[in-house]
Structures are given as C-alpha cells and as structure tokens.
C-alpha cells in the first residue's frame, strides 16, 4: 500500500510540481522580504482546482525550497532572505568574504536536503509519538523557551557576553512596540500612528542587516567579496568531503530541527541557533566558529530545513500549525475539504502519505535544483558591478518590506533601523541578538501572561514557572548556556598560559 504512495508522488505532474516549487521556493527566498509564507500566500489561490496531495506536494516543495533559498543571501551579502537564515550570517558571510562564496553555497544545499530528508522521514515513521511533545508544551514552556534562545544568541554573539544580552533585551523592548499580544492595549508608540503596527520581524531584520552592507558597499570601494580569476561553479566536489566528514554535526543538527520545528511558533531561527550552540560547544580545537567555520553553516541549514518535515507533524496531526507558513498550508487543506486530526493518517491515509513521499522526493530534487542556482548566482553576485549590485539590492529590500503589509511605514522603519544598525555595529554590537529578541518576544510575553494569569488563579505562581518539569529542564539548559562559555574560555585562557 505505502508502495503505491510513493508511485503515486512519482507521477509526471507530481515531480514537475515538486520539481517547480522547491526552484519557486529558492529564488523566491533568497530575495530579501519575499518569505517562505508570502510565497506560499501567493501560489495557494493556485492549488484550490488541484488534487489534495498534488496540491500539499507544491506547497511542500515551495516552502522547503524557500528556506534553503535564504542560504544565498545571507552568505553572499551578509543578509538572510528568510529569518531561518539567520545563524547562516555567522560563519556563511566570513567565509565569502575570504573566497570561499561558492564552497559555503554547496555546503549550505548539501546540508538542507540532509536536514530536509530527516524531517520527512520523521513525519513519515514518527508523526503520531512526537506530536506527543507539542501537547506537552504550555505557556510556560513556551515563555522558558523564549528565555533559552536569547540565551543563546547573547551567547553565540561576538564580542563580549554583555553587549549580547544588551542588544536581546533592546530586541525584545522592540516587541512591545503597538499592541499587546494579549490584552490589545496601545504601548510605547509616543503618539505615532506609524508605531502602532509595532516592528514587524521582516522589516527589522532586513533593515539591521541589509542596509548597513549596502552603506558598507558604498563607503568602500573595492570588491564586496573576493573573487578569483576564473569563477566556473560551486565547489561540489570539496563541499561533499566536508559534508561526510561531518557527518554527526549533520544528523545531530537535523534531529534538533526537527524536535524544534513540532513546536508551534518555535520556528528555523529558534532550531537554527540551538544547533549552531551545539555544534559550537562539541566543536575541535582548531575550529573558529564566527570566522567562517563550515560546520556553522551545516549545522545551522540542517537544522532549519529539518523544521519543515518536524512543523508538519503538529499540523497534520493535531491541526496546530508550527509556523506561519504550516498555518497557511493549513488553510489550503480545509479549502480542499480534508479534515486535520489524529484519524488523519486513518481517515486521508492515501493524501497524507503521498505527500509525505513527494515531500522527500522534492528535497532530493533540491539537491541538483540548488546547486545549479546557487552556481549562477555567486557567479552573479561576485561579479556584478557595485554601480548595480547596489541599487538592486536597495530597490528588492524597499519592495520586500513593503510587500509584507503594503505599508510604507514599514518601509521607514526599516531604514530607520539600519542605520541605527549601521551606527552600533561600529561599537561592536551585532544585529543578530536585536533581531532574535524581536523575534522571541511576542512568544516570551504571551507564555508569560497565560501562566501568570493560570498561576493567580490557582493560587501557585511559583509552581507555574518552576514547579513543571519540561519547564526545570529548559531553565537548567538556559543556565548552562550563560554559564559555561565564560567558564570554558577562563580554561582555555589557562591552558594557554600553561603552555606560554
């Protein structure tokens, strides 16, 4: 029976949707704005007269294609195309940057179907058991997690440990600009009707990372990336050794993806980062994370590819979508009239599961898809005069923030912060706490809210936040996190001294 499914998603029109999504998806992510959800908002109107399954098959393949597709930015202009895509900045940029452009784009489509394809095969075989997890997880949790991954950003950020947290905690006073997340009240907009809709996490984040390149690319004149004689391709040959060589930075990072992505609102950025500390902190000596590591990237593309199989196991499943893009997939799944829920897999087996198959199929297509792109376009962007690289890149990153909410107020902001970006990062404070505080403060205020509110009521506010389990494992992590970087540094400073 299941081999009737997969010859089922192996028909001509199910591989050329596959096929057609994940290129969709990829060009479409590495534009700076254009995400993974607006590309699936875009073409859903389109799978309304399809087959159920042919029509999950295109949107799977959009939205995994898509957050492979903001590899490209984030490596080659030091600005993610998705929010994913974040972490890839840290090691994907530095590695460019030295020549290596084309080396890190291969690793990053290696890395992407390994992650892509363990997230599949995990909604295949353990759909119903995780789903499990997400149930488990209450507000609390959910305000607990929040505080984990600022830790961990604050952690991984460079330069000092303070100027980290200063700059997560700036991100997450951000995110109580406009209204409440849960009561609706008007905060901190100074009388500003442009402040009410807040600050919304796309057009920050392009704004604190996109505008400071582009004034970094103007002020100075040589080339933006180093570029050898003869630019032929991506170095696929050199990319796969590293890729073996890597191999349990690779699974590790995607089973990491894939327990992040089946909780809902986590997202790629949260599994991302939890990745990236974990191939940071079982690193080799020799290893310069931050520098242009490419075990950063892989650990980090692994890992956000992996949320894509892992958030569709909550939405199938218990009909609780993951991410906005699982929600819009949701959506599409009602119009057509299927019912989500545990009896899904009983009731739709033959929908389910053939696109469960054609979303393994499609990531497999990625890897051939992916690197052809990613060759034409480091081909592109290393060699594309700065006189038009950079009203391009000016002109894309207008039109995608303005895109999001057709608000030109947006816009403003988003220029707004990246010159003020532009401005901190001379005094060594980095975008990327600013940006994860942004991104977890909505999550971290209305866990908060919820379980203050459940813990007044019954009269437990200390058991609340520390009483539950799940909740004392994610605070211990979150403490071994801010506490064992400055530990492992004093050793290591030791040691040298030691040696000297």
Sequence with gaps: MEFGHFLSALTPLNLALALFGVVAGTVVGSIPGLTAT??????????????????????????????????????????????????????????????????????????????????????LFLAPPLSKVALAFGPI??????????????????????????????????????????????????????????????????????????????????????????VRSVRIGEAFRLAMRSKVNLIRSSVIGTLVGILPGAGGSVAGLVAYSEAKRTAKPHQKFGEGEPDGIMAVESANNATVGGGFIPTLVLGIPGTPPDAIVLGALLVQGVRTGPTMFQQSGSIVFTFIYGLLIATVLML???????????????????????????????????AIRNSVSDVLIMLGLGVFGWIIGRFGFAASPIVLGLILGPIAEQGFVQGWTIGAATGNLTGMFFGRPISQAILAFTLVTLILPPLMARRRARKEERHT
């Design 38 to 123: 607006m590309a699936l908002a875009v073409l859903v109107p389109i799978t309304f007269s399809m087959e159920p399954a042919s029509a999950l098959i295109l949107l799977g393949a959009i939205y995994t294609g898509a957050i492979y597709g903001g590899a490209y930015a984030a490596i080659l202009l030091n600005t993610p195309g998705t929010p994913s895509a974040i972490a890839t900045t840290f090691d994907g940029y530095p590695m460019a940057k030295r020549g290596d452009g084309d080396l890190a784009v291969a690793l990053a489509c290696f890395a992407s179907v390994v992650g892509g394809l363990v997230g599949a095969l995990a909604l």
């Design 141 to 230: 949790e959910y305000f607990w997690l929040s505080i984990f991954g600022l830790s961990l950003i604050a952690s991984l950020s460079t330069g000092n440990l303070m100027k980290g947290l200063a700059g997560g905690a700036f991100g997450m006073l951000l995110s109580c600009v406009g209204v409440a997340e849960i009561s609706a009240d008007i905060r901190l907009t100074f009388g500003s009707q442009m402040l009410i809709g807040g600050f919304g996490v796309v057009s920050a984040l392009i704004g604190l990372y996109c505008i400071p390149v582009l004034i970094d690319l103007v002020a100075v004149p040589d080339r933006h990336l180093k570029v050898e004689d003869d």
């Design 368 to 402: 051939p898809a992916g690197l052809l792109i990613g060759r034409y376009a480091y081909k592109s962007i290393v060699t594309i005069p700065k006189a038009v690289l950079v009203p391009s890149v000016a002109f894309m990153t207008i039109i995608g923030t303005f």
